[in-house]
C-alpha cells in the first residue's frame, strides 16, 4: 500500500470578485432594460391617450344620458 494516490481535497476559496463584479453588472443591466421597457411602454400609452384626446376620438367628461 505504499503507492496509493492521495484525493486532492476541494478547498473553498471563498468569492471570486470579478465574477461577482461581471454577475452584478450582468444583473444590472437586465434590470434597466426591463424598466426602460415599461417606461417606454407607458410613455407610448400616454402618447397614444393625448393623441386621441386631441382628435376628439374620446373625451374625459362623462357623456350625459
Do not use: C
Not at 48 to 62: M, N, Q, T
Amino acid at each position: 500500500m505504499a503507492n496509493v494516490p492521495k484525493i486532492g481535497k476541494a478547498v473553498y476559496q471563498g468569492p471570486s470578485i470579478v465574477k461577482e463584479i461581471i454577475y452584478g453588472i450582468a444583473l444590472g443591466l437586465a434590470a434597466g432594460g426591463l424598466w426602460k421597457m415599461h417606461h417606454w411602454n407607458n410613455q407610448r400609452r400616454t402618447r397614444e391617450f393625448y393623441d386621441l384626446l386631441e382628435k376628439g376620438d374620446i373625451s374625459v367628461v362623462a357623456a350625459d344620458e
